[in-house]
């Protein structure tokens, strides 16, 4: 089984920081791709930001210049560091990485449970 643990989530000002880990566990041979999704209320979840296992990046065009995604491949962790945090981003945000549990198998998405993150005016 695996699972994703997010942390780091929070209420902060409007132009401060926050930092969201999140680590996989489990019965893991490889993980392809790691990202951040969000959802506020009444939208859909959107993408925030993702990492292949080669580091390539993709940001969505609302969070570029302000967030900064890494990986720890060994660790299986991934980070996304928040900087001038607006209200709009204000959200759950949840980890998601496409993980291949055995050599045999295809890559399957998973999701954590999400963390709340509120940014006041």
């Known amino acids: 089984q695996v699972q994703l643990v997010e942390s780091g989530g929070g209420l902060v000002q409007s132009g401060g920081s926050l930092r969201l880990s999140c680590v996989a566990s489990?019965?893991?041979?490889?993980?392809?791709?790691m990202g951040w999704y969000r959802q506020s209320p009444g939208n859909e979840r959107e993408l925030v930001a993702t990492i292949t296992s080669g580091d390539s990046t993709k940001y969505a065009d609302s969070v570029k210049g302000r967030f900064t995604i890494s990986r720890d491949n060994a660790k299986k962790t991934v980070n996304l560091q928040m900087n001038s945090l607006k209200p709009e981003d204000t959200a759950v945000y949840y980890c998601n990485a496409a993980i291949k549990r055995y050599s045999s198998e295809y890559d399957y998405d998973y999701w954590g449970q999400g963390t709340q993150v509120t940014v006041s005016s």
């Open positions: 489990g019965t893991i041979f490889s993980i392809k791709r």
